[in-house]
C-alpha cells in the first residue's frame, strides 16, 4: 500500500468511526475536516463529494466486516458451529466496530427512503450479507444439522430480526440483557430448525 493509499485508509478509519457517532448523513467534508484536523482541500483529493464520502465509508465497512466476521466464520466447521460462529462475531461486531453503533444499521433508517449511490450501496451489502447466511444455512441443512424443510431465506430474515432487536435493545433501550435475550431468540431459532430430537452443542 503506497502512501496516498495509507492516508486515505486512516482518514476512512477516521470517517467511518464519526459516521457511526453522528450518522452517515451527517458525515460531509466539512465535518470529517474538523474532525481530523485536516483540510478541506486535501480531503477534496481522495473524495470528490459528500456523497462519495458516504459511498467510500459504507465499502470500507463494509470490507472491515468481511475481515472481522465473514473470513473467521468461513474458517469455522460447515453447518451450525459455522452458524454460531457468524452470529457471535455479528453482535461482537455491533457492539465493539465503532464508537457509535453499527454503521449500517444506522444508515439504513436514513436513507432507506432516499434513492441515489449511497442506498445502492446499503443494499448491496445487506443483499451480500443476507446471501452469506442462506448459503450457511443451507449448509446445516446438507450437513443434517436442520431439517430438509428448512427455508434458508425464512432462517436469515429471522435471524437478522434478531440482530436488529439486540442492536435497539442495547443502543436506544440501553438494555443490560440485551445480549442474553438475543442469545436465548437464536438458541429458539436453531432448535426449531433441527430435526427431532436432535442437539448440536457449539
Do not use: N
Not at 480531503?43 to 472481522?68: G, N, P
Request: with cysteine; aromatic share 6%.
Amino acid at each position: 500500500m503506497g502512501k496516498g493509499e495509507s492516508t486515505k485508509a486512516a482518514v476512512l478509519d477516521e470517517a467511518t468511526e464519526l459516521a457511526s457517532l453522528v450518522g452517515l448523513g451527517g458525515l460531509t467534508i466539512g465535518t470529517l475536516a474538523a474532525a481530523t484536523k485536516l483540510s478541506k482541500s486535501g480531503l477534496y483529493a481522495h473524495f470528490t463529494s459528500k456523497e462519495s464520502l458516504q459511498v467510500e465509508v459504507l465499502v470500507h465497512a463494509r470490507e472491515k466486516f468481511v475481515d472481522v466476521v465473514m473470513r473467521p466464520t468461513l474458517a469455522t466447521p460447515r453447518g451450525e458451529p459455522r452458524l454460531r460462529e457468524f452470529f457471535d462475531r455479528w453482535l461482537t461486531w455491533q457492539s465493539t466496530a465503532f464508537g457509535g453503533g453499527c454503521v449500517f444499521v444506522d444508515a439504513a433508517s436514513e436513507f432507506d427512503d432516499q434513492d441515489g449511490a449511497v442506498r445502492d450501496e446499503l443494499v448491496r451489502a445487506e443483499r451480500d450479507k443476507l446471501e452469506s447466511v442462506t448459503l450457511i444455512v443451507g449448509t446445516a441443512v446438507r450437513e443434517g444439522h436442520f431439517r430438509d424443510d428448512v427455508d434458508p431465506e425464512q432462517f436469515a430474515y429471522e435471524l437478522e430480526g434478531i440482530v436488529l432487536a439486540h442492536h435497539h435493545a442495547r443502543r436506544l433501550m440501553r438494555d443490560a440483557s440485551a445480549e442474553t435475550r438475543a442469545r436465548r431468540a437464536f438458541e429458539r431459532l436453531l432448535d426449531s430448525s433441527r430435526p427431532a430430537g436432535a442437539t448440536l452443542s457449539a
